[in-house]
């Protein structure tokens, strides 16, 4: 079974930073396509990162990119997201994904329908 979960959200000034982790069971982030989204109040879920392991590249929305940095360490088998200089429109729900398709994010990008695990949802609050 695979579990992922998610942890290091909080409240956080405008301009600060906050680093959110995701930690996996039953899943090797190694082979697998990795990816984080966020849901604000009313709004859809949004993809703000993924990575394509093949290509190793990396992908984020133009809203967060030079912002936000996902990675992952292989021997905690633990995924994350940095995020920096944060503004009270990155408030919401984030969750990270995984799938068993390592380059997911290359060829659907930031489609959340495909992922096949996901995480519970960490609450990052950004005041202003």
């Known amino acids: 079974e695979v579990q992922l979960v998610e942890s290091g959200g909080g409240l956080v000034q405008a301009g600060g930073s906050l680093r959110l982790s995701c930690a996996a069971s039953?899943?090797?982030?190694?082979?697998?396509?990795i990816g984080w989204f966020r849901q604000a109040p009313g709004q859809q879920l949004e993809g703000v990162a993924c990575?394509?392991?093949?290509?190793?590249?990396?992908y984020y929305p133009d809203e967060v990119r030079g912002r936000f940095t996902i990675s992952s360490d292989s021997a905690k088998n633990t995924m994350y997201l940095q995020m920096n200089s944060l503004k009270p429109e990155d408030t919401a729900v984030y969750y990270c994904?995984?799938?068993?398709?390592?380059?997911?994010?290359?060829?659907?990008?930031?489609?959340?329908?495909?992922?096949?695990?996901w995480g519970q949802g960490t609450q990052v609050t950004v005041s202003s």
């Open positions: 990575v394509s392991k093949s290509e190793a590249v990396t």
């Open positions: 039953g899943v090797t982030f190694d082979d697998h396509a």
């Open positions: 994904a995984a799938d068993s398709h390592p380059d997911y994010c290359s060829i659907y990008g930031f489609r959340a329908d495909g992922y096949e695990s």
